[in-house]
């Protein structure tokens, strides 16, 4: 509990400390580890204040605070966009949804990006949470950038597993339908080209008709998306440090008390 109120008293000084969408701590490692926790901030006064809310119910032998390349896409600096791509590196593309995105047994989700010349799957797997959802409203046509890690995935040759998704532009979500009848409101058939429609149902024609066209509402905007907080790497920059950029970094050790043995 004291974590949650750290990080409600502390963000966005302080950032990915708990998850609150699957109610998840992420400041202290998972298994067995002599690291007892650790806090990510924007300054080392941020993180020592933040220490001193979280209530620790074991010894601690010392405390130490580090500047680190956590929370700063890194692995995506010296990246070159639409590069080389394969096994284990980095990609930062841009390109066009070519197919709707689709969900397979586990949860995961996936669609093909055409970039250049090339063609790639990306995915959105089961512990990325919610942001599954945001890949699956796409739709052929959609510019996005994706950004992620390469990796062989069975029945594919070669996965993006997607770390962001920029959303560039959407593309209209127009449907085409053919017109029903007048008789028992069933969509017509075509007779055939330039023969109109039929019901084959009560065989009434309609030699004239025409197919409507309705575009559809898109619960989607534009923008930049991240899976939730459990799923990001360590070096993944969440959207709360957007803004927060350093211009200059401050030398020295930090301030005040900085190791408490």
């Known amino acids: 509990m004291s974590v949650k109120r750290m990080d409600r008293l502390t963000a966005p000084q302080t950032f990915n400390s708990y998850d609150f969408d699957n109610e998840r701590t992420l400041v202290t490692p998972h298994g067995p580890d002599p690291v ?69 047994t586990g949860g995961h989700v996936f669609f093909t990006l055409k970039c250049n010349k090339l063609r790639v ?43 962001k998704l920029q959303i560039h532009r959407l593309q209209e979500d127009v449907r085409i339908e053919n017109p029903t009848c007048p008789r028992c409101g069933k969509h017509l058939k075509s007779s055939g080209k330039g023969q109109g429609f039929k019901c084959v149902k009560c065989s009434f024609k309609a030699p004239n008709a025409k197919k409507s066209s309705t575009r559809r509402h898109r619960s989607l905007d534009a923008g930049l998306y991240v899976p939730d907080r459990k799923a990001q790497r360590h070096l993944t920059k969440p959207l709360s440090r957007y803004g927060l950029e350093k211009k200059r970094q401050r030398k020295g050790p930090p301030v005040g008390k900085w190791h408490d043995p």
Do not use: Y
Request: glycine share 10%; charged share 25%.
């Open 36 to 104: 007892l926790l650790g806090i990510r901030g924007e300054s080392s006064r941020a993180v020592v204040n933040a220490l001193h809310m979280v209530r620790i119910r074991e010894p601690v032998e010392r405390w130490v605070v580090f500047r680190t390349n956590h929370g700063t896409d890194a692995h995506f600096n010296a990246t070159r966009l639409n590069g080389q791509i394969g096994p284990f590196r980095t990609a930062v593309l841009k390109g066009t949804v070519v197919d709707k995105p689709e969900r397979i």
């Open 121 to 163: 799957h990306c995915a959105a797997f089961e512990p990325t949470g919610k942001f599954r959802e945001i890949v699956a409203k796409l739709i052929p046509g959609d510019q996005v950038t994706v950004l992620g890690g390469l990796r062989k995935h069975a029945g594919f040759p070669i996965a993006l597993n997607l770390e």
